[in-house]
């Protein structure tokens, strides 16, 4: 069994992001990707460099870009807007998000009519263009979900009004992953689901983010990672050996497509991606 990935990338805020940007996207376009997507800065400069970015990339790389979007903290005519300009782009993918402008969506309300969740904004997309639309899901339940059965039914709501695929947030426990697969699968959801994987460079701040998003960090990754302190250089060596380990895990559990979350990160994680291609494509070819 071969395996499929896509690449997420952050729009480069400065010379050395664009450069550090440009040959990392370089290097995993060999890899013949599924798609790269690109995230989204929802307000003024933020979201014009996304909309900058997807076009340049677009008009660069003859892989699929998809294009995140969020609605929260604006109304559906400015996103609807943000949609219509990147169908214009030649955009035919788009990972749909809630996002975390709280702050802004009360002022957005004021402004006129809001989308009120996933669900809505979905079909509200497939009105401007047939996207092909990815969502998030979350192996560990999402932080705000009131229970594991609320999640998997909010899920199958996105998928119902149109998602073609779950990409799950980051996580390292590969049991909650099977349990939620079961779940997933238990519920009707017949989209593939798609592993986030998360090659780690700075142990601490990952700790930090994923007690944000409610992502379990096992004993044995801090036992990993125990050796790379005040070294950045091992942490890199020894964050992508582990996510090269996860993805050979992941893919002996059934699962051959994947979604690396690259945060820009310089040409070694094309290398440990790379060589999981080579090792799978081979086996699949004995």
Aim: net charge negative; proline share 5%; charged share 20%.
């Amino acid at each position: 069994m071969t395996i499929s990935c896509s690449y997420e990338f952050f729009p480069p805020g400065n010379a050395i992001g664009e450069r550090r940007f440009w040959r990392t996207l370089g290097c995993l376009e060999t890899l013949d990707p599924s798609f790269f997507s690109v995230t989204y800065g929802a307000l003024g400069s933020a979201q014009d460099n996304s909309l900058t970015t997807i076009g340049n990339v677009i008009a660069e790389s003859d892989v699929p870009v998809a294009a995140h979007l969020t609605f929260e903290g604006s109304t559906k005519a400015e996103i609807n807007a943000v949609a219509a300009r990147l169908r214009d782009l030649g955009v035919d993918k788009i990972v749909a998000l809630r996002g975390d402008d709280r702050e802004n969506a009360q002022s957005a309300a004021l402004r006129g009519e809001v989308y009120q969740s996933v669900p809505d904004f979905i079909a509200g997309l497939l009105e401007i263009h047939p996207f092909d639309i990815s969502v998030a899901c979350y192996p560990e339940v999402h932080p705000r979900a009131a229970s594991q059965e609320q999640d998997i039914q909010e899920l199958k709501r996105k998928v119902d009004a149109g998602a073609s695929r779950a990409i799950t947030q980051f996580f390292f426990d590969l049991d909650a992953m099977e349990r939620f697969q079961e779940r997933v699968n238990a519920a009707g959801i017949d989209v593939p689901v798609v592993p986030g994987v998360l090659p780690v460079r700075d142990f601490t701040k990952m700790t930090q983010f994923a007690k944000r998003c409610g992502t379990a960090v096992p004993d044995q990754l801090y036992r990993h990672f125990a050796p790379a302190q005040n070294n950045p250089a091992l942490a890199a060596t020894l964050g992508l050996a582990y996510a090269e380990e996860f993805i050979e895990a992941l893919h002996k559990r059934g699962y051959d497509r994947f979604h690396i979350y690259t945060l820009n990160q310089p040409v070694e994680l094309a290398q440990c991606v790379s060589r999981a291609h080579e090792k799978f494509n081979r086996a699949a070819t004995a």
